[in-house]
């Protein structure tokens, strides 16, 4: 199963790689290279199909619980100024994801979107200290009535060059759900009030929409 973000790009990935196959029978007599270059057109695909792949996963709603919105490894753990909505210290949990992860990105939560916002910006590596404030990234605010509000932000890498995300002012959102992909990129950063249980360690692997972050 794909993600519906990369039908266009698998489309032309398929047609990329059945023309080359063709064209490296046709002109290339060396057997060795042809045969190099038709396993190097092969990789790329399989690299693009399994970059879009989107596994169905069957989540346990639990108001009480923080789920991961994405795939990756947990890098960041620590108390910190939550400049662009709250403006006050916050619980942040940051989840990298390496090319192989998978990208969808689900809702932590479910909830009311209180603010959906969209800020062009660089392609710093995910892991610069800069990259939450200076890359292209998305803030959205989900709020319930056992956490209050939490803020999650999609934020753009090297490889990156879009963000897709659902989520608007609003809408009713239901936890685990799709809400967003982020296209070759690379980081989640999640915003939560103090005093949350946080359930994760530094450099825990995370499966979005089953991995537990934090509890209440």
Not at 47 to 67: A, G, H, S, T, Y
Not at 127 to 148: L, M
Not at 176 to 192: H, N, P, Q, T
Not at 199 to 210: H, R
């Given at each position: 199963?794909?993600?519906?973000?990369?039908?266009?790009?698998?489309?032309?990935?398929?047609?990329?790689?059945?023309?080359?196959?063709?064209?490296?029978?046709?002109?290339?007599?060396?057997?060795w290279?042809?045969?190099?270059?038709?396993?190097?057109?092969?990789?790329l695909?399989?690299?693009?199909?399994?970059?879009?792949?989107?596994?169905?996963?069957?989540?346990?709603?639990v108001?009480n619980?923080?789920?991961?919105?994405?795939?990756?490894?947990v890098?960041?753990?620590?108390?910190?100024?939550?400049?662009?909505?709250?403006?006050?210290k916050?619980?942040?949990?940051?989840i990298?994801?390496?090319?192989?992860?998978?990208?969808?990105?689900?809702?932590?939560?479910?909830g009311?979107?209180?603010?959906?916002?969209?800020?062009?910006?660089?392609?710093?590596?995910?892991?610069?200290?800069?990259?939450s404030?200076?890359?292209e990234?998305?803030?959205?605010?989900?709020?319930?009535?056992?956490?209050?509000?939490i803020?999650?932000?999609?934020?753009?890498?090297?490889?990156?060059?879009?963000?897709?995300?659902?989520?608007?002012e609003?809408?009713?959102?239901i936890?685990?759900e799709?809400?967003?992909?982020i296209?070759?990129?690379?980081?989640?950063?999640?915003?939560?009030?103090?005093g949350?249980?946080?359930?994760?360690?530094?450099?825990?692997?995370?499966?979005?929409?089953?991995?537990?972050?934090?509890?209440?």
């Amino acid at each position: 199963m794909f993600h519906k973000e990369g039908y266009k790009i698998i489309f032309i990935a398929l047609v990329s790689f059945i023309a080359g196959i063709v064209l490296v029978d046709k002109f290339i007599e060396i057997s060795w290279l042809k045969m190099a270059l038709q396993l190097v057109f092969l990789f790329l695909l399989v690299m693009i199909l399994q970059f879009f792949r989107n596994p169905k996963r069957v989540v346990d709603i639990v108001e009480n619980n923080i789920i991961a919105p994405v795939d990756g490894k947990v890098v960041v753990i620590e108390e910190v100024y939550e400049a662009e909505y709250f403006k006050d210290k916050r619980l942040q949990v940051s989840i990298f994801m390496s090319p192989i992860n998978v990208h969808v990105t689900r809702y932590a939560m479910s909830g009311k979107i209180n603010f959906s916002k969209y800020h062009p910006g660089k392609y710093l590596v995910a892991w610069h200290p800069k990259a939450s404030t200076e890359n292209e990234r998305t803030t959205v605010v989900i709020e319930n009535n056992v956490f209050g509000e939490i803020l999650y932000r999609q934020i753009a890498g090297a490889l990156a060059k879009r963000i897709v995300n659902y989520a608007e002012e609003g809408m009713q959102v239901i936890q685990g759900e799709d809400a967003g992909f982020i296209k070759f990129g690379s980081r989640v950063d999640l915003y939560l009030p103090l005093g949350t249980q946080i359930n994760v360690k530094l450099n825990q692997k995370a499966i979005g929409g089953k991995t537990i972050i934090a509890v209440k």
